[in-house]
């Protein structure tokens, strides 16, 4: 009798849940119909904020053997499990609006990007549903499609839309920066690594903030920098505040792949933004200076580079390099390539649909004997072990087509939606920031492209329309120009 209400009790919830949402999403579609954009923004802030919640309250020290939060570890916080559920709603919400507004419009599909649209749902059949119904170990929770709702409103996304997620996410990440920097004197162990001596700052602890790692941190922070970028503040004092607090956070976290990527990104936006007119200058005829300054310091560094590679004896540096012990962890990637044999090995035993959501957990990193192998570190390999090669298929499809749309919309965007994928792709490489189970961190940098990609799409073809209306105002008037050259002319 007892099981019975309890079970009643849920399944009344549940549908009260799905009521609520449903009249939540309609009304809101409503409201904003007439509305050149909705609030698909907030989901950042609740992505975040819910993030940021659970490492406040999960009790963690950085300085100990365990130093991050495990995806499967339970909430500690009542706190936590109320928010948590409330925080899903909302961004369902918000975003199922987005898709409602949008299926309502009359021309509603010159609004979407179609191939974007569908290589994305293909990803997350591929990636999520197929192992998630039909892996060795199948597991479906409702979690699995937030992701799915979320990314099909943001590749729904107006270039107004976009531009608000920009600023969204930059004044996000900020407060988190600086919330993570206040906590330093009070919760020192949740925040800071003391202990960490393998960055090239010596004596300067590891800064995770209220992020899961400080790899995290390191990301998020690239993150901001590049939003600062191409949206910085219009007060020079609060810009110029923000790139400081960005920068230290960003050298604090001691991500090294961030640091890579951040070069990489930084050039990226540079080169589009300013590449045109710096070759205007380096061929002006009539400024011949900057032209031959720049072929001058490139002839300078390849003489460097030269002399350096006959009389500065690489091999033995790197030799001697590799024999110590941060060459030695860097050559076997801190113990990844232990992590990736496993992986390959369990796509071996299941090649299809790979060994399911749960490959990772914390059963399965007991199994192996790898406690912090919370996922593959590597986005190709950890989708080949839980998706198989129906997911590394899809994986590889979604991939051109980001890479694709990226490089065709570069430079409507100021060079940000290619800056965010060669972001992610460096991530991928020793982390899985395309991962689809769910949201977390992880979910931003990727959601901002998506709404990037979607934003400088629609930008484009309102520009078109603009130049298309333009030619045929001006039609009449060149056809009158024409008729009278010619009759002059025939007189």
Request: net charge positive; with cysteine; charged share 10%.
């Amino acid at each position: 009798m007892h099981q019975a209400v309890i079970t009643l009790v849920l399944v009344t919830g549940a549908v009260l849940v799905v009521l609520v949402g449903a009249t939540g999403m309609v009304g809101a579609a409503q409201l904003t119909l007439k509305r050149s954009h909705g609030y698909m923004h907030l989901v950042f802030y609740a992505i975040l904020i819910m993030g940021a919640l659970g490492i406040f309250f999960s009790g963690r020290n950085l300085n100990s053997d365990v130093d991050l939060v495990t995806p499967d570890a339970p909430a500690r916080n009542a706190l936590v499990a109320l928010s948590q559920p409330l925080a899903s709603l909302l961004m369902v919400i918000l975003a199922g609006e987005r898709v409602i507004a949008h299926l309502m419009k009359r021309h509603r599909i010159a609004d979407m990007s179609p191939v974007l649209l569908f290589a994305f749902i293909l990803f997350w059949v591929g990636t999520v549903a197929s192992p998630a119904l039909w892996g060795a170990h199948p597991l479906f929770t409702h979690n699995y499609v937030y992701s799915l709702v979320i990314g099909v409103a943001a590749i729904w996304s107006s270039d107004v839309e976009s531009d608000l997620a920009i600023k969204a996410v930059r004044d996000m990440l900020l407060l988190l920066m600086v919330v993570s920097l206040f906590l330093i004197p009070f919760k020192t162990s949740l925040v800071l690594d003391t202990s960490y001596t393998q960055g090239y700052i010596p004596g300067v602890p590891r800064f995770g903030g209220l992020t899961p790692h400080p790899v995290e941190m390191g990301s998020l922070a690239q993150l901001c920098l590049l939003c600062l970028m191409v949206r910085p503040y219009h007060r020079a004092w609060l810009n110029r505040a923000a790139w400081a607090l960005a920068l230290l956070v960003f050298f604090l976290a001691q991500a090294k792949t961030s640091w890579l990527g951040f070069l990489l990104c930084s050039a990226c936006i540079v080169a589009i933004r300013s590449g045109p007119s710096f070759w205007r200058r380096v061929s002006d005829p009539l400024r011949p200076e900057f032209g031959v300054l720049c072929v001058s310091v490139f002839m300078a560094g390849v003489l460097a580079l030269t002399l350096f590679l006959m009389f500065g004896h690489p091999d033995s540096k790197l030799t001697n390099f590799f024999s110590s012990p941060e060459g030695e962890q860097l050559s076997t990637l801190t113990g990844r390539i232990q992590i990736w044999a496993v992986a390959y090995d369990e796509w071996l035993r299941h090649p299809v649909f790979g060994y399911g959501p749960s490959i990772w957990d914390e059963s399965f990193r007991t199994s192996i004997g790898m406690p912090f192998a919370t996922h593959a570190h590597n986005q190709f390999l950890d989708i080949l072990s839980r998706s198989g090669s129906v997911g590394a298929a899809s994986f590889v499809i979604y991939a051109l087509v980001l890479l694709i749309l990226s490089v065709r919309y570069a430079r409507v965007s100021s060079g940000l939606t290619l800056a965010l994928f060669l972001m992610i792709a460096v991530r991928s490489i020793s982390e899985v920031p395309l991962t689809l189970f769910g949201y977390s961190d992880d979910l931003v940098a990727h959601l901002l492209l998506l709404m990037t990609l979607a934003g400088a799409a629609s930008e484009m073809r309102t520009r078109k329309v603009q130049l298309a209306a333009t030619h045929q105002r001006l039609a009449p008037l060149q056809s009158a120009a024409d008729s009278m050259a010619s009759a002059g002319f025939n007189s």
